[in-house]
C-alpha cells in the first residue's frame, strides 16, 4: 500500500506534523480559584489526633473523600499523598506479614511491587494476558504458595483486568485484593466502578494521571476494618481514645506521614468534577483511532473486554511485522520522523530491574519462599515489551479528532513506504537522512534504545 506519494520524513522528506500536541494536564480557572481559596483560609495541611471534625484531616479533604466514595459505591475513601503511599497502606490493612508473598503483574508502575518490599513483604510476578495486558488468572493460580497473603491487578492502561477470573482465585486460596486503578478511574467492569470490586482499590492524582492533584492519591474500600488501618497508616498511628480531650501523640502501629494537603484536595475535587467528560474524550479519541485503523497491515487496536469500559490511559496496539512489512523498531523510528510521539512497549518488567536482578528484595533473612525474578519469568510480559507493543500518551482533551488523523496519516504513510524502508539501509543510515530533512528536527528524534520503552 502506499497512499501517500510523498518522500518519508525518515528518508529525508517532509514531516507529517510540525506543531507540538496540546499540553497536559489541563488546568482551567476554576482549579486556581479552589487552590487560592484553601490559601485564603489559612487552612494548608490540617489533621490533628484530637477529637473533633479535623481529625480525619481539613474540610476539602473530608469533601474529596465524600465524592469519591459516593462516585463509587463504597463506604470509605481514604486521601494519601501519593498512589505509592496509599498501596502501601493497604498492604498492611490487609494483614500482609514480614516474609509473606503478594502476587503483582510485572508490567506496571514500581510501586505495584515495591509496596510489598516496603511491609517487608515479597512480590512474585505473575504473568499477563496478550490480549488485555492485565494480570492472567491462571499464571496468578500457577503462583499461589503457602506464604501468599495478596494479590494486586493493575487495570493496565486503563482496561480492565478479569477480575471474575481473579477474584475466583482469591476466594479459593483466602487471598486479599487489592486493585491498582492508578490508570483506570472512571473505568467500569460488568457494572462496577474499578476499584469497588476487590477488597480496597487505590487511585493516582499524579501529573500525567486523567485527573490530577499534582501529587495525591485516593484508596477506597467498603471494609472498615481496612479503612480505620490506613488512616492510622497515613497518619503515623495516631488514634483517639474514648473520653479523651486532648492530643496524647498515642501510636498505636507504626504509621507514616502520607497526608494530603488542603490544596491537593481542592484541586483534586474540581478535576474529579470533569472525571467523566476527561473520560469521554479519551474513549472518543480513542474510538476514532481504532476505526480509522481498520485495514491497515500489522497493527491491532487495544481491545475493549465484553460490558466493561476502558479509560485509555494510553492507547497501546500490538505490532506484527510480518504483515506490516518492517520491523518495530523502523516503524517506530519511522513515526516519529514524522513528528508524532510513538514509543515501544511500556515499562520493562520490573524483575529485570535491579532491586530484583541483584538480589536485594529476597535477601530478608526471614523469608523462606521461591520468589524468582530471572529473564524469561513471564514470557508474555517480554514479548509484548520487546515486541509487539506500541503505546500513544497524547489521546486526551484537549487534543481533537484531526491530532489522531495525523496519527493516521502518518501510520498510512509509514506503512506505504515499507519497501523502501527496508531498502534504505540500517536504522542509524535511516537516523542520518532524517536529520537532513527540511525543517527543524523536534528534540530527541530518536531515543537510545533504553529510552525505546518509557512513554513518549
Given at each position: 500500500?502506499?497512499?501517500?506519494?510523498?518522500?518519508?520524513?525518515?528518508?529525508?522528506?517532509?514531516?507529517?506534523?510540525h506543531?507540538p500536541f496540546?499540553?497536559?494536564?489541563?488546568i482551567g480557572?476554576e482549579?486556581?480559584?479552589?487552590?487560592?481559596?484553601?490559601?485564603?483560609?489559612?487552612?494548608?495541611s490540617?489533621?490533628?489526633?484530637?477529637p473533633g471534625e479535623?481529625?480525619?484531616?481539613?474540610a476539602e479533604?473530608?469533601?474529596?473523600e465524600?465524592?469519591?466514595?459516593d462516585?463509587h459505591?463504597?463506604?470509605?475513601?481514604?486521601?494519601?499523598?501519593?498512589?505509592?503511599a496509599a498501596?502501601?497502606?493497604a498492604?498492611?490493612?490487609?494483614?500482609?506479614?514480614?516474609?509473606?508473598?503478594?502476587?503483582?503483574?510485572?508490567?506496571?508502575?514500581?510501586?505495584t511491587?515495591?509496596?510489598?518490599?516496603?511491609?517487608?513483604?515479597?512480590?512474585?510476578?505473575?504473568?499477563?494476558?496478550?490480549?488485555y495486558?492485565?494480570?492472567?488468572?491462571a499464571a496468578?493460580?500457577?503462583?499461589?504458595?503457602?506464604?501468599?497473603?495478596?494479590l494486586?491487578?493493575?487495570?493496565?492502561?486503563?482496561?480492565?483486568?478479569?477480575?471474575?477470573?481473579?477474584?475466583?482465585?482469591?476466594?479459593?486460596?483466602?487471598?486479599?485484593?487489592?486493585?491498582?486503578c492508578?490508570q483506570?478511574p472512571?473505568a467500569?467492569y460488568?457494572?462496577?466502578?474499578?476499584?469497588?470490586?476487590?477488597?480496597?482499590?487505590?487511585?493516582?492524582f499524579?501529573?500525567?494521571?486523567?485527573?490530577t492533584?499534582?501529587?495525591?492519591?485516593?484508596?477506597?474500600?467498603?471494609?472498615?476494618?481496612?479503612?480505620?488501618?490506613?488512616?492510622?497508616?497515613?497518619?503515623?498511628?495516631?488514634?483517639?481514645l474514648?473520653?479523651?480531650?486532648?492530643?496524647?501523640?498515642?501510636?498505636?502501629i507504626?504509621?507514616?506521614?502520607?497526608?494530603m494537603t488542603?490544596m491537593?484536595?481542592?484541586?483534586?475535587r474540581?478535576?474529579?468534577?470533569?472525571?467523566?467528560?476527561?473520560?469521554?474524550?479519551?474513549?472518543?479519541?480513542?474510538g476514532?483511532l481504532?476505526?480509522?485503523?481498520?485495514?491497515?497491515?500489522?497493527?491491532?487496536?487495544?481491545?475493549?473486554r465484553?460490558?466493561?469500559?476502558?479509560?485509555?490511559?494510553?492507547?497501546?496496539m500490538?505490532?506484527?511485522?510480518?504483515?506490516a512489512?518492517?520491523?518495530r523498531?523502523?516503524?517506530?523510528?519511522?513515526?516519529?520522523?514524522?513528528?508524532?510521539?510513538i514509543a515501544?512497549?511500556?515499562?520493562r518488567?520490573?524483575?529485570?530491574n535491579?532491586?530484583?536482578?541483584?538480589?536485594?528484595?529476597a535477601?530478608?533473612?526471614f523469608?523462606?519462599?521461591?520468589?524468582r525474578?530471572e529473564?524469561?519469568?513471564?514470557?508474555?510480559?517480554?514479548?509484548?515489551?520487546?515486541?509487539?507493543?506500541?503505546?500513544?500518551?497524547v489521546?486526551?482533551?484537549?487534543?481533537?479528532?484531526?491530532?489522531?488523523?495525523?496519527?493516521?496519516?502518518a501510520?498510512?504513510?509509514?506503512?506505504?513506504g515499507?519497501?523502501?524502508?527496508?531498502?534504505?539501509?540500517?536504522i542509524e543510515?535511516?537516523?542520518?537522512?532524517?536529520?537532513h530533512?527540511?525543517?527543524?528536527?523536534p528534540?530527541?528524534l530518536?531515543?537510545?534504545?533504553?529510552?525505546?520503552?518509557?512513554?513518549?
Open positions: 500500500m502506499n497512499d501517500s506519494p510523498q518522500k518519508l520524513a525518515l528518508l529525508g522528506g517532509p514531516k507529517t506534523r506543531t496540546p499540553p497536559h494536564p489541563v480557572k482549579e486556581k480559584q479552589a487552590v487560592l481559596d484553601v490559601l485564603s483560609r489559612g487552612k494548608l490540617t489533621f490533628l489526633a484530637v479535623y481529625f480525619n484531616g481539613g479533604i473530608r469533601r474529596f465524600r465524592e469519591f466514595a462516585y459505591g463504597v463506604r470509605f475513601a481514604v486521601a494519601f499523598n501519593s498512589a505509592t498501596l502501601h497502606a498492604v498492611a490493612a490487609v494483614g500482609v506479614q514480614p516474609g509473606e508473598e503478594v502476587i503483582v503483574p510485572p508490567y506496571t508502575f514500581t510501586s511491587a515495591t509496596c510489598a518490599l516496603m511491609h517487608n513483604a515479597i512480590p512474585v510476578f505473575a504473568d499477563i494476558d496478550d490480549t495486558f492485565c494480570l492472567d488468572p496468578v493460580a500457577r503462583s499461589v504458595s503457602p506464604l501468599t497473603r495478596a494486586i491487578p493493575v487495570h493496565l492502561f486503563g482496561g480492565t483486568a478479569d477480575m471474575d477470573g481473579l477474584l475466583a482465585v482469591a476466594r479459593k486460596h483466602n487471598l486479599k485484593v487489592i486493585e491498582d492508578a483506570a472512571g467500569e460488568r457494572g462496577r466502578k474499578v476499584g469497588a470490586i476487590g477488597d480496597c482499590g487505590v487511585f493516582s499524579t501529573e500525567s494521571k486523567t485527573i492533584s499534582g501529587e495525591g492519591g485516593m484508596l477506597i474500600t467498603s471494609d472498615e476494618q481496612i479503612a480505620e488501618v490506613v488512616r492510622m497508616v497515613r497518619n503515623h498511628g495516631e488514634i483517639i474514648d473520653g479523651q480531650k486532648e492530643r496524647t501523640y498515642r501510636s498505636t507504626l504509621g507514616w506521614n502520607y497526608r488542603e491537593d484536595a481542592a484541586l483534586g474540581v478535576q474529579f468534577g470533569r472525571l467523566d467528560t476527561l473520560n469521554a474524550v479519551r474513549r472518543d479519541l480513542c476514532y481504532s476505526r480509522q485503523l481498520s485495514g491497515l497491515p500489522g497493527l491491532t487496536p487495544p481491545a475493549v465484553a460490558d466493561c469500559t476502558h479509560g485509555f490511559y494510553l492507547y497501546a500490538k505490532f506484527d511485522p510480518a504483515t512489512g518492517i520491523s523498531s523502523q516503524f517506530l523510528h519511522a513515526v516519529q520522523a514524522e513528528g508524532l510521539p515501544a512497549g511500556y515499562v518488567p520490573l524483575y529485570l535491579p532491586i530484583y536482578q541483584e538480589n536485594r528484595a535477601a530478608f533473612a523469608y523462606r519462599g521461591q520468589a525474578y529473564k524469561g519469568l513471564c514470557a508474555v510480559t517480554e514479548r509484548m515489551h520487546e515486541q509487539e507493543l506500541l503505546t500513544l500518551s489521546l486526551r482533551a484537549p487534543a481533537t479528532r484531526a491530532d489522531v488523523d495525523d496519527f493516521v496519516a501510520f498510512k504513510k509509514v506503512l506505504g515499507a519497501a523502501e524502508i527496508r531498502n534504505a539501509g540500517t543510515t535511516l537516523q542520518g537522512s532524517a536529520r530533512a527540511p525543517g527543524p528536527a528534540a530527541k530518536f531515543p537510545s534504545r533504553d529510552r525505546e520503552g518509557a512513554v513518549a
